[in-house]
């Protein structure tokens, strides 16, 4: 039996898994990167090689800032003047939501977006009265469409320009993917608003950095927490080369903890280990799937469904759809890397213009949000709702098709092939 055909039975397995959970989803994916290395297809020492990331240590810093919010009572305060603003409306609050997180995607990592923003959507949901698993889904979408605006709005986005550039192509700029970004962010935010929130329940579970003992106000420490958490976010936005978000995201949960905002104690039992795992046992699956081969292969079954003369539509259809459902189960830049060279083969192959193609492929990539798996950010989501894999197919998948169709409609009057 071949590696590919044991990688796709483990995945297989997996997925039923996850639909129906007899053990919990954390047991699942941990046992699904320990079979994926002792089937060979990835090394032993890699099982647990994506706990060792920096993304684990960002999520465990801004777990801890964000926290502090609620620690030094000022989540209160913020969650009812934004409520003045949205009304108790759940539906207003998940528009309000996926509005901010779109536009600060656009220029921010989505993750470090995600952290920042959750303990204020939660505080404004306890607020209002509501639970606050749609709404941390919604921002999780939100920020995901927010990184479609620009080049640097999510990583994937520089790494597809990049191999542009090394395939001798002049890389999109800065606002090159912009036209199809802001088609994705209006069309997504109305569909999750009015449609896809419709697909979820609503959980009722409250994350873990949520979960204090109600404190009174403290003037000064919640001063720090703000002064901190706005300081973070805008060292994330700037992203200068000697102070990686992770770094700052440390450094401001050690002013946290230095100013007695938080205790130690308090610090540590803001950290949802839960999410920390789950997102830690992606990078096993995620390369499980890639060294198997199951890419290469869908790779070439693209080559022989498009034949040799195929209309401009056939080849948006097929190569987005190849690199959307890939994505799902691989990492969004490894899909990436893998269909960019074969696009450009294509375009070449066909006598029309690789920009297109190049554009679907990027896009394509990155619209991860139809399984728990398919990024960091939608297992970090799992921890903070409890939703299941269901839930992310029933409101991911028609995302999917939205994507699609704006890219169908931009595509002949700004990429033209």
Known sequence: MSQMTVALIILAVMIALFIWEPVPI??????????????????????????????????????????????TGITDIIGEK????????????????????CALSSICSNIGVMTAMAPLVTAMCMSAGCGASRTLMALLFGAQFGGFVTLV???????????????????????????????ICIIGSLYFTFIGMKFIPDTGYIPEFAKVEKKPFDRTKATIACLTMAAVLVVIAAAPKNMPMHIAAVIGSLVIMGTKCMTVKESIAAIDWNCMLLVGSLTAISAGF????????????????????????????????????LTQFMSNIPTIMLFMPIGVSIAKAINVSPYPICMIITLAG????????????????????????????????????????????????????
């Open 26 to 71: 954390l047991v699942t994916a941990i046992g699904a990167s320990i079979a994926y290395a002792y089937a060979g297809i990835i090394p032993i020492k890699d099982i647990f090689a994506g706990y060792n990331s920096t993304t684990i240590v960002l999520l465990a810093g801004m777990m801890i800032v964000g926290s502090s919010l609620f620690h």
């Open 82 to 101: 934004m409520v003045k603003i949205t009304g108790k409306s759940e539906r207003n609050i998940v528009l309000a939501t996926l509005i901010v997180s």
């Open 153 to 183: 709005g999510v990583g994937s986005n520089a790494s597809a320009a990049n191999l542009m550039a090394k395939l001798g192509l002049e890389p999109f700029g800065f606002f090159g993917i912009t036209p199809f970004g802001l088609g």
């Open 290 to 325: 890639k060294n198997s081969g199951a890419g290469d292969a869908v790779a070439k079954l693209i080559l022989q469904v498009l034949g040799d003369n195929p209309s401009p539509f056939m080849i948006t259809t097929v190569i987005f759809f190849a690199a959307a459902i």
């Open 366 to 417: 990155a619209a991860s949000y139809a399984t728990p798996f398919a990024a960091p950010q939608n297992m970090m989501t799992v921890g903070w709702t409890q939703y299941k894999f269901m839930d992310y197919i029933k409101v991911g998948l028609p995302m999917l098709f939205l994507t699609y169709i704006v890219i169908i409609a931009v595509i002949p009057f700004y990429l033209p092939y």
